[in-house]
């Protein structure tokens, strides 16, 4: 899997991705659900070329999660093309089926930690990355989890995410709203250069 990297997801993210925030959205979710790889690689005890390997796995879907999105917005299209392609150059099962259970609408069951981790993070990372730039500082160093539930009772806020998905998302996981806000919030703050934040 070694040529099937982040090297290769990044290449494949902006063939297929123009737009400047849709990348920077990939990158959030990315961090998110790679900090979710690495406390899941904790959980299972994983080390060496096993952890590497499930982290690797968990990153790349998030940042390959919408790469075809610009090229195929429409529900009959998303993510199923990108899947295609995906299958196509060969990458894992786990992290097509991860991509397809994300979409509500795709019919997909979202059974392993991978696919929830993806769908709890994919609204998340950009309803946070929104309450950022309204901050004086546009830095994910001031957001707090309080504000963030309180932004999200606001629905004229960042209209374009779906707070049902991001509560729905938390509930898959088993974990607390306010935990899973955090951690999220814990994980983009490592990463604040590369998200503009």
Known sequence: MA????????ALLTEWTASES????????????????????DRQGLAGEERERLITLYATTGLLHDFDYERHPTADEHPFVGVKEL??????EAMRTAILGHAQYSGVARETHLAKALFACDELAGFLTACALVKPTRAIADVEVKSVR??????AFA?????EDVIQG????????????????????????????
């Open 87 to 92: 299958e196509r150059l060969g990458w894992p």
């Open 22 to 41: 849709l990348r920077k959205h990939a990158l959030a979710v990315e961090t998110c659900v790679e900090a979710m790889g690495e406390a899941e690689a």
């Open 170 to 197: 938390a509930a898959e996981l088993g974990v607390e709203l306010d935990a899973q806000i955090g951690f999220c919030i814990e994980a983009m703050k490592k990463r604040a250069g590369v998200l503009g934040l």
């Open 159 to 163: 209209r374009g995410v779906n707070r």
């Open 150 to 155: 309180k932004k999200m009772k606001d629905k």
């Open 3 to 10: 040529e099937l990297g982040r090297e290769a997801a990044w």
